[in-house]
């Protein structure tokens, strides 16, 4: 018969009491150690770590080394380090990533939005206009990252966000709330599926999946644990990205433009389906690592 203790209860208290530091440094130095092996920041991972278990700010653990942790917090962190040690990104750990200055909620159920993604808001904002209606569509929005962004930084565009993913969509929603938007409205749709054949944008924008899905890169860090449907497409990744090119031209009024995220390898094969599909002014725009990454076509 099993003897051990099942409640949760229990384990918690058995986890906490097999823990021998209990001070803010000793749990850093403990932390760092157990991570060296499989994080190359283990040093940051476990000062994010700890500061979100305590709510407080990574200052505070340097202005309080001494402090000491109580039981529950020592579990918690104990069982936030074990997490990470196994690979879990620390976006999924704290739930949060800041995207664009602002906070996102995010769960292994969307991407985590990356800093190259901010290339495509840079791109989209010098094209929408502050004192105008505007509409945009963004397909694929995942945590809404670029939805709310859009919406929050352009008050007066009103921004349709859809997603095929139902969990990834109510994300988005979420963060749509935590910013008190009202101009997002939000549709589950396989890219163009479930938008009316008539309806027509003044953008387009999207981070697509552009990955290769045999891709090695899909077995390495992070994106282990993120959702294959937001990273991978086709067998040379550009599935996606060539639907969304033929199809975008119908839902965009003439002369408006499509905004496309793709892989540093990409720009070549994105501009013959934006030149076959009839776009004019094709243009591809570094990342800040000077990989072309994104490209925008005039319909
Ligand atoms: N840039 C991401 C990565 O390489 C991929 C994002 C995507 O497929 N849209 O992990």
């Not at 749990?27 to 991570?35: E, H, P």
């Not at 599935?239 to 892989?263: F, K, V, Y």
């Not at 994105?270 to 570094?286: D, E, M």
Request: proline content about 6%; charged content about 20%; some cysteine.
């Amino acid at each position: 018969m099993n003897t051990k203790p099942i409640n949760s209860l229990n384990s918690v208290k058995h986890k906490a009491a097999a823990l021998p530091t209990r001070t803010i440094a000793l749990s850093l130095a403990a932390a760092l150690k157990k991570l060296a092996q499989t994080s190359a920041t283990a040093r940051l991972d476990g000062e994010i770590l700890l500061a979100h278990v305590l709510r407080k700010n990574r200052a505070y653990l340097r202005a309080w080394p001494e402090r000491t942790l109580g039981r529950e917090e020592r579990a918690r962190f104990h069982d936030l380090i074990a997490q990470r040690a196994h690979g879990t990104p620390i976006a999924y750990l704290t739930g949060r990533r800041e995207f664009w200055s602002r906070e996102f909620m995010v769960t292994p159920d969307v991407l985590i939005p990356r800093p190259e993604t901010e290339l495509l808001i840079e791109l989209a904002l010098s094209f929408i206009p502050r004192n105008k209606s505007f509409t945009v569509l963004d397909l694929g929005t995942g945590s809404g990252a670029i939805a709310v962004t859009l919406a929050a930084e352009r008050p007066l565009a009103r921004v349709t966000a859809t997603d095929i993913s139902e969990p990834a969509l109510q994300m988005a929603q979420r963060n749509a709330a935590l910013h008190r938007l009202q101009n997002i409205h939000f549709v589950t749709s396989d890219w163009f599926s479930q938008l009316p054949v008539r309806d027509q944008f003044d953008l387009i924008i999207s981070n697509p999946p552009y990955i290769a899905a045999g891709d090695p890169h899909l077995r390495q860090g992070d994106v282990r644990f993120e959702p294959g449907i937001a990273l991978h497409s086709g067998p040379s990744g550009l599935d996606a990205l060539a639907l969304i090119a033929d199809r975008a031209r119908d839902h965009l009024r003439p002369g408006c433009h499509l905004l496309l995220e793709h892989g540093f390898n990409q720009a070549a094969d994105v501009k013959t389906f934006l030149a076959t599909a009839g776009y004019n002014r094709i243009v591809h725009y570094p990342d800040l690592q000077g990989h072309l990454r994104a490209t925008a076509a005039t319909a």
